[in-house]
């Protein structure tokens, strides 16, 4: 080859790599990158039903464009791996695996070659051209499915590993001798010194003054190379405006990166473009700030942004001599422990808050002397406008009234649970009531308490775990406790939604009720019973293939209060879902991790004969008993929804609740199977018995 054309790209920078194949890109496929060690390396890839870091190009439909996004690769030759599936008929195995072995990424045009290397410096990236073969059976996508997501796992297993092992080295850096050690103790050091650049202008950006205005101004006081800002920024038309903008810190290219406090509690990171700072152009339009810097390379950010969901606040009261006027309102983000926003109620107790999509949010409300308290209001943010209406009411105790009834199944019906004992614990003491002949009693708890009710365990009975001890917080005059205990036997029971009873199939027939009146199929199991985790199936969004989709998290990260693989009948969890479910939630929620598909199952309630039952994502141990079962589930569907879709139909992944490393979960298909935990795939809600 007499020529060599090298594409040399900053290695800190993001770009496009253009793939080329004549047949396009039907066929599942999966590209592994790297410069060093093949360990640390970036994928990209099609899996049959997402891409990954890469998408075909709407140009040309010949073109894949490979992202590199936050790639983290280092200086050195770009080489690549791939491995793709073809037809069964071509190939036994239906893989061909390393059609590129650990070469340089090139292409080959005439008689030059053309490769990419990256550098401290460059321009663009080449096309590269090469043959991928059709992909023509349906049949053979689904026979390949399996190795596909194998091939996969592998890939990224080895780079987590990679991670995890770099976590234990020591890096030190002497001038221009990096020395590595790894955790055995072992060195080496290599002299790390590299291009020299062209000389630059030393140049520093500070922020002056921030104070409010009728309109938008920047003005530069200090020099061109030590600029110093100072801003006045007007409120927008709905009340909010910026507190503050404060120095964070310098970025990886030279950028100074700055936080913006706005006065509904919201924080924003906007980086100043490195650049000559006497030509630099920072603007407030509106609500976007944006800054130019002498190239003309802009950054900017929408500090009101649209997703967040506006919170209108309503205050009443009928206690006379009481105002409605000048409350404070705190707002406490993703369990944050001070206040994160507030607002404060107008004369006619009306306030507004803006949250941020997707943070969960708890609204705080002041106690007033001769009111009963508020209790506290939890939401997350998934609206674009929500109304929370709150009343003062007047204090006719010193505390909550708790009043607590209890049931018992008792053949096909419920009866009084009469001499039970229960518990009530607070201040450090243990209370005990007595249920009279009807099974009810009745306590009073101060205002302003965490208490926690605990009902005991009874042979031949059961009460889920999450329902059996259970603690609240004194804020109400009264509070409503209703408890039903289950019968231990075995087996799948029609729920009534009318008045809650829990039919077998022949129950069912002899007493003629009617299908619409049945919503769910509870299963239970000695090992359900034992574990606290009987659960019910709602009927229709399986006889409808009605179903959402959801990611199990928005990272794929490892949640630290869950069992790093709980795919075991002897993990914490295996059997109980409504438990993992909560505990994900809370996670997410302390360290700002979306998880959509348990926030959607909690947030469903299943209503039956007056009881409510929470919604939570099926654990593994729950799937395994309901896929064991799936054939009579089936049977009973088969009645009660008659012409509807069963559930041993639906093969696809299903999330559960179970973690399977530090970059899965498990998901359900026929049987347990792993997928990235920012893939989205379908949430069947189970709910708490």
């Given at each position: ?5 090298t ?39 099609w ?113 987590q ?38 000389d ?6 500070k922020v ?13 006081i ?28 310098t ?49 900017s ?19 006379p ?28 107790g ?18 007033i ?10 939401h ?22 708790v ?12 009866v ?61 005059t ?122 959607y199952?909690l ?17 593994v ?5 309901l896929w ?10 088969s ?12 093969t ?38």
């Amino acid at each position: 080859m007499a020529n060599i054309a090298t594409y040399k790209i900053n290695y800190k920078s993001d770009f496009v790599l253009t793939l080329h194949s004549d047949v396009g890109w039907a066929t599942p496929f999966c590209i592994k990158f790297w410069t060093g060690s093949p360990q640390q390396a970036y994928y990209v890839g099609w899996t049959g039903d997402e891409y990954r870091n890469c998408k075909v190009s709407t140009d040309d439909p010949q073109d894949l464009l490979v992202l590199f996004d936050d790639h983290g690769l280092q200086v050195g030759e770009l080489k690549m791996q791939m491995a793709y599936h073809t037809t069964i008929a071509d190939f036994p195995n239906a893989v061909i695996d390393e059609v590129l072995n650990q070469i340089p990424v090139t292409t080959i045009d005439d008689d030059t070659e053309k490769r990419v290397v990256l550098d401290f410096d460059g321009e663009s990236a080449p096309e590269i051209q090469f043959a991928l073969p059709a992909y023509a059976a349906e049949a053979a996508r689904q026979a390949a499915e399996a190795e596909r997501e194998r091939i996969f796992a592998q890939m990224q297993r080895e780079n987590q590993q990679a991670v995890e092992g770099a976590e234990r080295v020591n890096a030190t850096l002497n001038g221009t001798l990096l020395t590595v050690t790894n955790r055995n103790g072992v060195s080496t050091s290599s002299n790390v010194q590299g291009r020299q650049g062209d000389d630059g202008k030393s140049a520093t950006v500070k922020v002056g003054t921030v104070v409010s205005g009728s309109t938008a101004e920047v003005t530069n006081i200090g020099t061109q190379y030590d600029a110093v800002f100072n801003f006045v920024l007007p409120k927008g038309e709905d009340g909010v405006g910026i507190v503050s903008i404060t120095y964070k810190d310098t970025d990886a290219q030279g950028g100074n990166v700055y936080t913006i406090l706005l006065d509904n509690g919201h924080s924003y990171d906007i980086t100043c473009p490195k650049g000559d700072p006497s030509t630099a152009d920072i603007n407030l339009n509106g609500s976007i700030i944006s800054v130019t810097n002498n190239a003309g390379v802009t950054k900017s950010i929408d500090v009101l942004s649209s997703t967040d969901e506006r919170v209108q606040i309503t205050v009443t009261t009928d206690v006379p001599g009481v105002s409605v006027a000048g409350l404070t309102i705190n707002a406490y983000y993703n369990n944050a422990t001070v206040p994160t926003a507030t607002c404060t109620t107008d004369a006619n107790g009306m306030a507004v808050l803006s949250v941020p999509n997707g943070y969960k949010y708890r609204l705080v409300f002041p106690s007033i002397q001769g009111c009963a308290p508020i209790a506290d209001v939890v939401h997350t943010a998934s609206v674009s406008q929500r109304s929370v209406e709150v009343e003062y009411e007047e204090a006719v105790s010193s505390g909550e009234v708790v009043s607590v009834a209890i049931t018992e199944k008792s053949g096909s019906s419920y009866v009084a649970s009469a001499s039970v004992t229960i518990e009530v614990s607070y201040g450090g003491n243990t209370y005990q009531y007595v249920t009279g002949s009807d099974g009810k009693t009745s306590f009073q708890v101060p205002w302003g308490t965490n208490y926690t009710v605990t009902l005991p365990l009874r042979q031949g009975l059961y009460l889920m775990t999450a329902m059996r001890i259970r603690t609240f917080y004194a804020s109400q005059t009264s509070r409503v406790l209703s408890y039903r205990y289950q019968s231990a036997d075995s087996g799948l029971y029609i729920v009534c939604s009318s008045d809650g009873a829990e039919l077998t199939p022949e129950q069912w027939d002899a007493q003629g009720r009617s299908n619409s009146d049945a919503v769910a199929i509870k299963v239970v199991t000695q090992a359900l019973v034992d574990a606290g985790g009987v659960f019910a199936v709602p009927v229709d969004p399986i006889a409808t293939n009605n179903y959402q989709s959801r990611q199990w998290a928005a990272s794929n990260v490892q949640f630290m209060n869950i069992p790093l693989n709980g795919n075991s009948s002897s993990s914490q969890y295996y059997y109980d879902g409504l438990n993992a479910s909560k505990v994900i939630q809370d996670e997410g929620d302390a360290r700002s991790i979306n998880t959509p598909a348990v926030d959607y199952c909690l947030g469903l309630t299943l209503e039956t004969g007056g009881i409510t039952h929470e919604g939570f994502l099926g654990s593994v141990g729950q799937y395994a008993v309901l896929w064991a079962n799936v054939s009579a589930f089936d049977d009973i569907l088969s009645v009660i929804r008659s012409g509807g879709l069963l559930l041993s139909k639906k093969t696809g992944y299903k999330w559960t609740s179970t973690q399977d490393g530090a970059l899965f979960a498990w998901a359900w298909g026929s049987s347990a199977g792993d997928a990235f935990k920012d893939g989205s795939y379908v949430v069947l809600p189970f709910f708490a018995y």
